[in-house]
């Protein structure tokens, strides 16, 4: 099955992106959903993201945090970066724990952005983001997001744009520290492999890895560069192809998926 696109604009979203996700008629897009049939969805939401500027520093509450709330579920994401401009950053973490009270005033007076640990970025690198990490998303970043199927977000601050503010929720559920989970790198440096409790990610790049993954669950397979074959139909960035049993898959030069379940 291949999942249908849902376009997302935002005011940091951009209009160049790729032709393969469709025809965006000049709207600035700044993500792109994969969504399935609503009698057969698929458990986790994976997203592109096309920033033009800063994302609003925010926070996800966790399952216990956000059903307190009303909410269906927390929300946990991993990042795989598929293309970076010239001095591209995320923020992951704070670059010292902050208190509640630190956090607040470090919210209210703007502090907050020069608090973060904004870390340079570059195709191929991957992070895992817990809920309760306070972060943001760079400009000029383009990336595949693997989460926890829910749309559930505090923003701390926001670059003085006209949006709501969530201070309240935010810190209650932020955990403000340095940013030190271990599933985070570079693929050219070592696998990428994110496993959590709610979605298992891999960064595949020819046909024998495939034989790794599970044979027991559906797969999403999502092409980030070049050209795959599934049966002899063509698959590019774009596409999000899900599966009960793997078929048999061709790749192009260059071409590279990431694995999701």
Request: a negative charge; aromatic letters at 10%.
């Amino acid at each position: 099955m291949r999942l249908k696109k849902h376009m997302v604009e935002k005011p940091w979203g951009r209009t160049d992106i790729p032709s393969a996700f469709g025809d965006m008629e000049g709207r600035r897009i700044g993500e792109v959903w994969f969504e399935g049939d609503e009698s057969s969805p698929f458990p986790i939401l994976i997203k592109w993201l096309f920033t033009s500027e800063k994302l609003s520093i925010q926070v996800h509450p966790d399952d216990v945090q956000a059903k307190a709330r009303g909410q269906a579920s927390g929300k946990e994401e991993c990042w795989f970066i598929v293309d970076a401009e010239p001095g591209a950053v995320l923020g992951i973490g704070t670059t010292k724990a902050l208190t509640p009270t630190q956090l607040r005033a470090a919210s209210e007076s703007g502090e907050i952005e020069h608090l973060m640990d904004w870390k340079p970025v570059k195709a191929g690198d991957f992070f895992f983001i817990p809920a309760g990490t306070v972060h943001a998303i760079g400009a000029g970043i383009t990336l595949v997001e693997v989460q926890q199927y829910a749309d559930i977000t505090y923003r701390l601050y926001d670059y003085g744009r006209p949006r709501a503010l969530h201070l309240e929720d935010a810190i209650d559920v932020s955990n403000a520290e340095p940013y030190v989970d271990a599933r985070s790198g570079n693929v050219d440096a070592g696998p990428l492999i994110i496993d959590s409790s709610y979605f298992y990610v891999r960064h595949v790049t020819d046909a024998g890895q495939l034989a790794e993954m599970p044979t027991e669950t559906q797969l999403a397979l999502i092409p980030v560069d070049g050209e795959v074959f599934v049966d002899g139909e063509r698959a590019v960035a774009g596409d999000c192809l899900i599966f009960k049993a793997l078929p048999k898959i061709t790749f192009g030069d260059g071409a590279q998926l990431l694995v999701a379940w």
